[in-house]
């Protein structure tokens, strides 16, 4: 806990001076709310009394004086609201950039167990309701301690009897938030979940909303919106009953606070103890007694809301990657493209059964290898283990010589390209996706990485060219155009590693074509690495592999291994006759 602390308040850290003036502030407000009762009680006790003359002079100079102050106030309040909101912005700016920075390091093993809803909950709602926490918290406990001494102290100078008549009440009111507090805490943190699988739900919908639409599914999505939709309310329910209980309760307390006090004093008075106007203080100085307590109260709501926002942000923050950088680890130059598996396993985190096991492999620099084998047999996985997207559970793979987790992450994927079936293009223009393989690209060098990849043609035809805005994932672009632009990428990343993860297999034929030609030209002299779907794309692969649940049972040519009259004989017949059919 102390620790969760520590690291809480040093987001203070770069706004120090911010702070500190935002407490001065703070401070001087408070303090003028406790001196503007004691000039009004210094008017009814003594101006009043005076000579006509002076006491009118002494009250137009002390109504200046007052207004001079509620100015000062004003200006305290006005500093307060807008840069400690500044302030508070920052804090949340910087802490964004911490979760947004420590996502991209963790490893496709958490993305595979987490919904994009949830975390994108966490960088918006979560820090939202900390930085609101960063900001008022200080500011309202100071006002609320300065404010509740120094009324103490001033109407105990007052009267001490109606002092402690208003202070008996206190030990009610501690015990009554301590216990609502605990039960509104727990009821926040539920009510941060249910909203972060609402925006999850949100967020799958969306994403996927013509599978919705093509199977005409819309009401059954709406009834899963709503039954999710119902959870977050009964949540809401359950916080919103402790907090009615928390506000009407400790409102109905400060009440009975001046009940008392006037109940007290009016008995006081009747005996002559204290004067009316002794009184009338007494009443201002409560309403501020009675402040600092309704301030506590929405800060303690407050805190609620940040300290459960601050646990989830530490949940994401506290899990460490999986996959990261050697203490010893190097970059590599010059690479060649040499990989060798040597004894490789592997198996999924969540599974006791091994996807790849004992997996020995040699390819030579240059080397065009295709991967075939059926549905589950660790074709993508063991693509998916040479730029350490998963790392081996056994045995090692090397680059040139070089244990890849002795290579620098960036600098191991730097030279590996990949181009998967699921082209994934972000939205924005056509210029934009390609130069996403090499940000520092001129529009020259896009150019002829889109003609290398036999997209410069199509391109062109848009209106706008290379500037035309593709849509969200590229939904205006045909599927041979988003894989000619994603071939187009990795020609400007210009890698010596290539992986193509089964890039045609969901194409039409003259589609296929067009790509494959692409793919072709971009593997000439580069270590290759294709997934197979369709055979017939690897008849000229110089090895094909092909994998089982046992692992490699075969490898040779396509000529070779029809010879054998194996698994792979097998694999080419069931397609070749399907195509026939």
């Known amino acids: ?74 200006f305290c309040n006005f500093f307060i609201a807008y840069y400690g909101h500044i302030m508070g912005a920052k804090i949340e700016f910087n802490m964004r950039n911490e979760i947004f920075s420590h996502y991209q390091k963790l490893s496709f093993t958490f993305y595979d167990n987490q919904k994009v809803g949830q ?86 919908n969306l994403s996927g909303i013509r599978v919705v639409k093509s199977f005409a599914n819309e009401d059954i999505e709406l009834e899963k919106f709503h039954e999710g939709n119902n959870r977050f309310v009964r949540s809401k329910k359950r916080s919103y009953f402790y907090m009615g209980g928390y506000h009407s309760g400790l409102g109905a307390l400060t009440t009975m606070i001046t009940i008392g006090v006037i109940s007290i004093g009016a008995l006081l008075i009747s005996k002559k103890t204290i ?10 100085y409560i309403n501020n007694f009675t402040e600092p307590v309704k301030k506590l109260i929405n800060f303690t709501e407050q805190f609620q809301n940040g300290w459960s926002g601050y646990e989830r942000f530490l949940e994401i923050m506290d899990i460490q990657p999986d996959i990261k950088d050697a203490k010893d680890a190097i970059n590599m130059k010059d690479v060649k493209g040499n990989i060798e598996f040597e004894n490789v396993t592997f198996r999924y985190e969540e599974s006791n059964e091994e996807v790849l096991n004992q997996i020995n492999l040699k390819v030579k620099e240059g080397e065009y290898i295709a991967l075939v084998g059926s549905s589950g047999a660790g074709k993508t996985t063991l693509c998916s283990l040479i730029p350490r997207f998963y790392d081996v559970t056994g045995g090692k ?29 972000f939205a924005g223009t056509i210029m934009d996706n390609i130069r996403y393989g090499k940000p520092s690209a001129t529009d020259k060098e896009i150019v002829m990485a889109a003609k290398n990849a036999n997209a410069h043609d199509f391109i062109m035809s848009f209106p706008n060219g290379y500037d035309t805005d593709i849509g969200q994932r590229g939904i205006k ?24 993860d089964e890039a045609t297999s969901a194409l039409d034929n003259e589609s296929e074509r067009v790509v494959q030609e692409s793919l072709e030209k971009l593997a000439k002299n580069r270590t290759t690495f294709v997934i197979a779907h369709r055979l017939s794309t690897i008849r000229n692969a110089q090895k094909i592999i092909v994998l089982t649940e046992n692992g490699i049972e075969e490898k040779g040519t396509h000529e070779e291994l029809l010879a054998k009259r194996g698994i792979y004989e097998g694999l080419y017949n069931m397609q070749f006759k399907s195509r026939i059919q």
């Not at 009814?44 to 109504?63: A, D, G, N």
């Not at 988003?482 to 400007?492: C, E």
């Open 119 to 204: 975390l994108m909950s966490r960088v918006t709602n979560d820090l939202f309701e900390i930085s609101e926490l960063l900001h008022h918290g200080p500011e309202d406990v100071i006002i609320s301690i300065i404010k509740f001494v120094g009324s103490f102290i001033i109407l105990i100078s007052i009267n001490e009897e109606l002092t402690l008549v208003a202070f008996a009440f206190l030990p009610l009111m501690i015990i009554y938030a301590f216990y609502f507090n605990r039960k509104m805490k727990n009821a926040f943190k539920e009510n941060r979940a249910k909203i972060a699988d609402i925006n999850s739900q949100i967020e799958d």
């Open 397 to 425: 793979i090397q680059i040139d010589g070089t244990d890849i987790r002795r290579i620098k992450l960036k600098n191991l994927r730097d030279n590996i390209g990949i181009v998967q079936q699921d082209v994934y293009l």
């Open 1 to 74: 806990m102390e620790h969760r602390w520590k690291k809480l308040l040093s987001y203070y850290k770069p706004f120090k001076k911010w702070l500190f003036a935002d407490l001065f502030f703070a401070i001087l407000g408070a303090a003028i709310t406790l001196v503007l009762p004691l000039i009004v009680r210094y008017i009814t006790t003594s101006v009043v009394y005076m000579q006509s003359k002076e006491s009118i002079q002494i009250i137009i100079k002390l109504s200046i004086a007052m207004f001079g102050l509620v100015l000062v106030e004003a």
């Open 275 to 284: 004067e009316v106007t002794d009184l009338i203080t007494f009443l201002l």
């Open 477 to 500: 672009l045909s599927g041979g155009q988003k894989q000619r632009l994603s071939i187009a990428r990795v020609f400007l990343k210009n890698p010596p590693i290539l992986i193509f």
